[in-house]
C-alpha cells in the first residue's frame, strides 16, 4: 500500500532579495515584453492592415460593437411547481415546490404558495438548483481559449500574450467570460485578476463587471511576470476601492474587492503584501500550486498567522496531512480544479489530494482556471469530480468514503460561497438569501425520465439544459435563451480581440488574415 509522504519540508526560502519573474502559479517567466520573433511578425501583420505596432490605430484595430447589454431588473416572480434541489438542510429537496421571489430576495419557498401580483413561471417540467458558484477563473484570457495547440499549451499560450492585451481587450474578454457563465447558470465568479498591467486594464475589467451583471469578486492582483521584489499596486487598489466601491459604485452589491498574491515562495515580497492587504481588510487568494516545485504548504501559512476563512488556497494537490488539518482548524477554503489538476498536476496526487480534503472537512469549492483548460461548465466539473471522488483498492484512499452527489453539489453552490464569504448571500435556494437561481429542463431528452434529482444533475445535465437563470432577482436567462445581452455582438467584440492579440503576439498565434473576423 502507498503512503502519503511524510519527509519534513525545507523552510521557505523566499526571494524577494532577488529580481526574479513568477506567474501567479510561481513558475518562471521570462521577462515581460513582446519577443523579436514575435515583435516583427506583429509589425508584418500591422503593415498588412495599414498600421504601425504601437498607435492607437494598432490598438484599435479590431472594431468593437456598442450596445452588448440589454435592459433588465428585478421583478416579483413565482416559481411554480420546480423540483427542487435547494441545498439548504432545513429545505432538502423536493418532488415539486414553488418558489418567491421579490426585489431580488428569495421571500419563501414551500407548496401551493400564492404571491399577488407576481409573475408566475412554470417550472412544472424543470429542476430548480442554486446559482453555481466559481472560485477561481483567470477571466482576462477568456477570449484565449483557443490560443492552444498541439505542443503550444496553457502556459506557452499565455507567456506569448500576456503583454499583447489592451484595456478594450481585457473588457472584451471579462464580458465574454461572464455572459457566458450566466448562460451556464454560474452567478458568481471569482476574477482572479493575475495580470494588471495599469490602472486602465483594472478599470476595463470592472466596466465589464458592471456591464456583465454576474455576482463576483474581482481578486486584483499583479502584472504577470512582474519582478518579484515588486509589490502589486496598492495604491491603484485604494483607487479603485475609491471610484468602483465607494458610495457611488457600479456594482449595486453585485462585486466585492479581493486580492490575488504570488505566494510565499516570494517571502518578504509576500509578507510585504499581506500587511497591505490586512490593513485594508480584503480576502486573499493564492495559488497553492500543483506539483512539489510551486507547492504552497497551508502549515506554513498558518504559522505565520495569515490562513483563515478570507485566505483561499487554489489547487493544493502538494498538501499533506498536517496542510489539512491547518485548513480544518482555520476555516480556510480550497478552490479545486478538476480539469486543470488532471492536465496540470503532472506530479500526480489530485485523486488522492479530493478525497483527503474532503474527509478531513475542508470546505472544497469548484473552479475551472481558465477557459483554455475547461469548459465553462460546472456540470462537467461537478462531473469529473464526481467520477475523480472514489477510493483506490490498494493506496491510502482505500477506506476513505467515495464523494457522492451532494457533495459535488455543495461544492458546486454553498461552499463556493463560503470560499467567497458570500455564504450569507448566496449558494442556497433560502428564504432570505439573494435570488441567483437556476431552472434546468427535466424533459430533454437527455434528462429524461428523472430519478435521483441530486444524480440528474451531477451526470445528466449540460448547460444546453438551462432553461432559466436569475442573478440577484435579474432574469439574465429565459426559454434558453440569454435576455440580458446581446450574444452576437459580445462575440463579435471577443472574436476582433482575439485577432487583435493574436495580432501583437505574432509567432505561432499570427491570424491566417490580417482581416478582422465578423459574426
Known amino acids: 500500500m502507498t503512503t502519503e ?44 492592415a495599414g498600421l504601425t505596432l504601437g498607435t492607437p490605430e494598432m490598438a484599435a484595430a479590431a472594431p468593437r460593437v456598442a450596445g452588448t447589454r440589454k435592459k433588465t431588473s428585478r421583478g416579483h416572480y413565482l416559481i411554480k411547481g420546480a ?41 412544472s417540467r424543470m429542476i430548480a438548483t442554486p446559482g453555481f458558484i466559481e472560485t477561481h477563473y483567470h477571466m482576462w484570457s477568456a477570449l484565449g481559449r483557443n490560443f492552444v495547440s498541439e505542443g503550444f499549451e496553457y502556459f506557452a499560450a499565455k507567456s506569448a500574450t ?3 492585451y489592451q484595456p478594450d481587450d481585457f473588457y472584451d474578454s471579462v464580458l465574454l467570460g461572464l455572459v457566458e457563465a450566466a448562460g451556464a447558470g454560474i452567478t458568481t465568479v471569482n476574477n482572479w485578476a493575475h495580470n494588471v498591467r495599469g490602472p486602465k486594464f483594472a478599470d476595463a475589467e470592472l466596466q465589464a463587471h458592471a456591464d456583465g451583471l454576474v455576482r463576483a469578486r474581482y481578486s486584483y492582483g499583479h502584472k504577470d511576470g512582474q519582478p518579484g521584489t515588486q509589490l502589486i499596486d496598492f495604491a491603484d487598489i485604494d483607487r479603485v476601492q475609491r471610484q468602483w466601491f465607494g458610495k457611488k459604485s457600479p456594482f449595486d452589491g453585485l ?16 509578507h510585504a503584501e499581506m500587511k497591505e492587504a490586512l490593513k485594508r481588510k480584503l480576502p486573499v487568494s493564492v495559488h497553492s500550486g500543483q506539483g512539489p516545485t510551486t507547492a504552497v504548504h497551508a502549515a506554513d501559512i498558518k504559522k505565520m498567522g495569515y490562513l483563515g476563512p478570507d485566505f483561499l488556497l487554489c489547487h493544493a494537490l502538494p498538501f499533506d496531512e498536517a496542510d489539512r488539518q491547518a485548513m480544518v482548524s482555520t476555516g480556510a477554503p480550497v478552490s479545486f480544479s478538476p480539469h486543470s489538476e488532471l492536465r496540470l498536476g503532472t506530479a500526480g496526487g489530485f485523486h488522492g489530494q479530493l478525497l483527503k480534503m474532503a474527509h478531513a472537512g475542508i470546505t472544497v469549492s469548484l473552479s475551472f482556471d481558465a477557459s483554455s483548460l475547461a469548459p465553462i461548465n460546472m456540470f462537467e466539473s461537478m462531473n469529473l469530480t464526481w467520477n475523480l471522488g472514489i477510493p483506490y483498492i490498494g493506496t491510502d484512499t482505500e477506506k476513505l468514503p467515495a464523494i457522492v452527489f451532494g457533495q459535488v453539489i455543495e461544492m458546486a453552490t454553498i461552499n463556493g460561497a463560503k470560499a467567497l464569504g458570500l455564504e450569507k448571500v448566496t449558494g442556497s435556494i433560502t428564504p432570505g438569501k439573494r435570488a441567483d437561481i437556476v431552472l434546468v429542463r427535466a424533459d430533454d431528452i437527455n434528462i429524461a425520465p428523472i430519478g435521483d434529482l441530486e444524480s440528474t444533475l451531477v ?52 491570424p491566417v488574415s490580417s482581416a478582422v473576423p465578423r459574426f
Not at 421579490?102 to 419557498?109: E, F, L, P, R, S
Not at 462585486?255 to 509576500?270: D, K, S
Not at 439544459?465 to 440569454?482: C, L
Open 5 to 48: 509522504h511524510d519527509s519534513p519540508r525545507a523552510p521557505l526560502a523566499g526571494i524577494g532579495d532577488q529580481d526574479h519573474r513568477f506567474d501567479d502559479c510561481g513558475r518562471p517567466v521570462p521577462a515581460v515584453g513582446l519577443g523579436r520573433r514575435s515583435l516583427l511578425a506583429a509589425v508584418g501583420a500591422g503593415a498588412a
Open 459 to 510: 451526470r445528466s445535465a449540460t448547460p444546453a439544459n438551462i432553461d432559466t437563470v436569475m442573478i440577484d432577482g435579474r432574469i439574465v436567462k429565459q426559454h434558453r435563451e440569454t435576455t440580458s445581452h446581446d450574444v452576437s455582438k459580445v462575440v463579435r467584440n471577443a472574436a476582433a480581440a482575439a485577432h487583435a492579440v493574436r495580432t501583437r503576439a505574432g509567432g505561432t498565434l499570427t
Open 83 to 123: 423540483a427542487l434541489v435547494s441545498v439548504d438542510p432545513e429545505i432538502g429537496n423536493r418532488a415539486k415546490a414553488d418558489i418567491e421571489v421579490k426585489d431580488g430576495t428569495i421571500v419563501a419557498v414551500g407548496a401551493s404558495l400564492k404571491a399577488r401580483g407576481a409573475k408566475v413561471i412554470d417550472a
Open 162 to 164: 500576456v503583454a499583447a
Open 255 to 270: 462585486v466585492h474587492l479581493g486580492v490575488n498574491l504570488r505566494g510565499p515562495g516570494q517571502l518578504e515580497t509576500f
